[in-house]
């Protein structure tokens, strides 16, 4: 079954697409390992992925190309889109944190620029941010 038709409207969709992304980077060496895996799973718990999403996605013929947004608001736009599910138990680990920044990375971000959005987003998401940033995320 391709892809395409385990695609959904709206949020189901994009979700899938997060999850294939993210696969695609797991298995970009050549191979998944388990600590890998275990990272999958609980992005496709997350992400709300169905077992016959997961098990198509996992298919060894299937490789999701990452399309790259062209410009710095779509690539942020899509890291929010990711990071409102991930994060919405404010626990993110550091395993999980470095898949995250590869994601950041196939979007377009610098390897630098992405760990910086990544942690400025973490930050924002689980309300670490200081009162100044606070201020001026509320103005805008």
């Given at each position: 079954m391709p892809i395409i038709d385990l695609y959904k409207h709206g949020q189901g969709r994009s979700n899938l697409a997060h999850f294939a992304a993210m696969a695609s980077l797991a298995a970009a060496d050549g191979i998944i390992t388990p600590e890998e895996r275990n990272i999958l799973d609980y992005f496709a718990e997350k992400l709300g992925i169905t077992?016959?999403?997961?098990?198509?996605?996992?298919?060894?013929?299937?490789?999701y190309p990452?399309?790259?947004p062209l410009t710095r608001e779509e690539r942020l736009e899509r890291l929010f889109d990711f990071f409102r599910v991930i994060?919405?138990?404010?626990?993110?680990?550091?395993?999980?944190l470095g898949m995250v920044e590869k994601y950041a990375i196939a979007l377009g971000f610098?390897?630098?620029?992405?760990?910086?959005v990544v942690q400025k987003t973490i930050d924002i998401f689980t309300g670490r941010i200081s009162f100044d940033d606070y201020?001026?995320?509320i103005s805008k």
């Open positions: 077992e016959a999403e997961y098990k198509e996605v996992m298919k060894e013929e299937n490789k990452i399309e790259s994060v919405s138990d404010l626990d993110i680990q550091d395993e999980q610098s390897p630098k620029q992405a760990k910086i201020l001026y995320l």
